[in-house]
């Protein structure tokens, strides 16, 4: 549907043709605009979908009402919603520390997905930063496996969607059976 907040984003289909689909969810309510958002783009209840990038890795989008940003210039700094790296809890707790010691403005631990815990700031540029830990993985996290999903359960969000059903089965392909 063009220009509805129904329809996938061309990167996130693209990136489906690309590389492997993980998982596809749609923001809970008030993590847009409500009192709950801890940096998410100022929408509700848009989807975000995450893409196996290989070497543990991921890539991901949100889903931002067509029309509501304008494009962003990918040669200007920061021209994107921001950049998430996982580390260790020990280095996660050094970061915090760090942090705290200069001044820098970040939010409190946040709960992202089961088992991952996530803090935002700002770099001084003004790119937003997420750093992130899954602390019952010690220093051995494992990113896919904590945000990734079955077959059935990003089937059952990508039919909230008006698309092709051949498009979602070209994106849950990758995905376990389970």
Same mark, same amino acid.
């Given at each position: 549907? @063009?220009?509805? %907040? @129904? ?7 693209? =990136?489906g043709?690309? *590389? =492997? *689909? ?10 847009? +605009? ?7 783009? &100022?929408?509700?209840?848009i ?5 196996? !990038?290989?070497?543990?890795? /991921? !890539?991901?989008?949100f889903? #931002? ?7 962003s210039n990918?040669?200007? #700094? ?5 950049? =998430?790296?996982v580390?260790? &809890?020990? %280095? ?8 705290? @010691? %200069? ?9 992202? /997905?089961?088992? /991952? ?6 770099d ?6 997420? !750093? $992130? ?12 496996d904590?945000?990734?999903? +079955?077959? $059935?359960?990003? %089937?059952? @969000?990508?039919e909230? /969607?008006d698309?092709?059903?051949?498009w979602?089965? =070209? !994106?849950?392909? $990758?995905?376990?059976?389970?």
């Amino acid at each position: 549907m @063009e220009g509805s %907040r @129904e329809a996938p984003t061309q990167k996130a289909a693209h =990136s489906g043709e690309v *590389l =492997s *689909l993980v998982h596809a969810m749609k923001v809970p309510p008030g993590l847009g +605009t409500g009192p709950g958002n801890r940096g998410n783009p &100022p929408y509700e209840e848009i989807r975000h979908y995450f893409f196996d !990038m290989g070497n543990d890795s /991921l !890539m991901a989008f949100f889903e #931002i009402p067509e029309g509501e940003e304008p494009q962003s210039n990918r040669n200007a #700094i920061g021209g994107m919603q921001h950049v =998430s790296f996982v580390v260790t &809890p020990e %280095r996660f707790d050094e970061i915090e520390k760090r942090l705290d @010691e %200069r001044g820098i403005d970040h939010t409190p631990r946040i709960p992202q /997905l089961p088992g /991952l815990l996530g803090i935002y700031f700002y770099d001084p540029n003004g790119i937003r930063l997420e !750093m $992130a830990c899954q602390p019952e993985d010690g220093d051995a996290p494992v990113v896919i496996d904590c945000v990734l999903q +079955t077959k $059935a359960q990003a %089937r059952a @969000e990508l039919e909230t /969607l008006d698309v092709d059903e051949a498009w979602i089965e =070209s !994106m849950v392909a $990758a995905l376990p059976d389970g």
